[in-house]
C-alpha cells in the first residue's frame, strides 16, 4: 500500500467505512470495519490526517485516534455534503469527507476535551429540565382551566394555583388526584432544575474565563459559562461577525443574479 496522506473515515453505531488517498491523489484505501476493528487498525497506520463528520461520537473517536499520534479533523454535515458526488451511502461519504478535508478554505470543528463534553452535558441536562418543567407547568395552567381555574403567567404562581385546586371541594376527586401527582412531578422538577444550576454556578466560579465574561454588561453567569463550554477556540473566528453569525444572529444571506436579499433566522422578507 502506497504511504496514506489522509483518510475520510464516516462513522456510525457499529461500522466505520474508510476512504483514504496518496500525496498524488490516487485512492489507496477503500476499506470496511467493525467497531471493535477501529483503534486496532489505525494503531497500526502510520501517523496520518483523518476526517470525521461532526456527530454524536466525533470528539471521542477524535480523541482515541489522536492518542494514536494520528491528526484528526472534524468536519459539519453541512460543509461535506456539497462533496457527495453520488446517492448517499456510508463508501460515498467517506469519499466526500476525504475530499472536504482538502479543501484549503475548510473550517473544522475543534477537538473537546471529555470534561469540556461533560460540562456541556451539564448545560444540556439544565436545558431538558427547564424544558421538561415549562412543559408540565402548561400541562398544569390547561387542566386547571378546564375547571375554571385560572393564575397569572409565571411559574411562580403554579404552586398557589396548585393549593387553591386542592382545596376546591368543587372538583371531581379523580381530578384532585391528577393535580397531585402534576404538583409532585413539578416539585421534583424544579428541585432538579435548582441542584442543576448550583452545579452550574460553581463551574461558573471555578472558571477565570467565565468569570471574566460575566463582568461584561448583559452576560450574567449562565450566558458566560455557555460561552465558555461551547466556544472551545475563539481564534476560529476571523471577526465579531463571523462569531455573531456562528451564535445565529445576524441575517442570512440568500442572495442571487445580483439582487440583495437577507432576513434574519426565523423571520419573513414577506
Not at 451539564?122 to 378546564?146: F, K
Request: hydrophobic residues 45%; contains cysteine.
Amino acid at each position: 500500500m502506497n504511504q496514506i496522506s489522509r483518510i475520510g473515515m464516516d462513522t456510525s453505531k457499529h461500522f466505520f467505512q474508510l476512504h483514504g488517498v496518496d500525496a498524488e491523489e490516487r485512492v489507496v484505501l477503500r476499506k470496511k470495519l467493525d467497531r471493535r476493528q477501529v483503534l486496532a487498525f489505525f494503531a497500526k497506520l502510520e501517523p496520518t490526517v483523518i476526517g470525521i463528520e461532526a456527530c454524536g461520537a466525533s470528539h471521542y473517536w477524535s480523541r482515541e485516534l489522536t492518542r494514536l499520534g494520528h491528526v484528526v479533523k472534524i468536519i459539519a454535515a453541512q460543509l461535506v455534503k456539497p462533496y457527495v458526488k453520488r446517492g448517499k451511502n456510508d463508501t460515498a461519504d467517506a469519499e466526500a469527507l476525504c475530499e472536504a478535508m482538502s479543501r484549503p478554505t475548510m473550517r473544522f470543528v475543534p477537538v473537546k476535551t471529555a470534561e469540556q463534553q461533560a460540562a456541556l452535558m451539564l448545560a444540556g441536562v439544565r436545558e431538558q429540565l427547564i424544558v421538561g418543567r415549562t412543559q408540565l407547568a402548561n400541562a398544569i395552567r390547561g387542566h386547571a382551566a378546564e375547571f375554571g381555574l385560572i393564575a397569572a403567567k409565571g411559574l411562580a404562581q403554579i404552586a398557589p394555583l396548585l393549593a387553591r385546586i386542592q382545596a376546591d371541594e368543587m372538583l371531581p376527586a379523580l381530578a384532585r388526584e391528577m393535580f397531585v401527582l402534576q404538583g409532585e412531578e413539578y416539585a421534583r422538577l424544579d428541585a432538579q432544575v435548582d441542584a442543576i444550576e448550583d452545579k452550574l454556578k460553581a463551574w461558573h466560579r471555578a472558571s477565570a474565563l467565565s468569570r471574566r465574561l460575566a463582568a461584561i454588561p448583559t452576560i450574567g453567569p449562565v450566558i458566560a459559562s455557555l460561552l465558555v463550554m461551547k466556544v472551545i477556540d475563539p481564534h476560529a473566528f476571523s471577526s465579531g461577525r463571523q462569531f455573531a453569525a456562528w451564535l445565529g444572529v445576524t441575517p442570512q444571506d440568500h442572495s442571487t443574479a445580483g439582487k440583495t436579499c437577507t432576513h434574519r433566522p426565523g423571520w419573513s422578507n414577506s
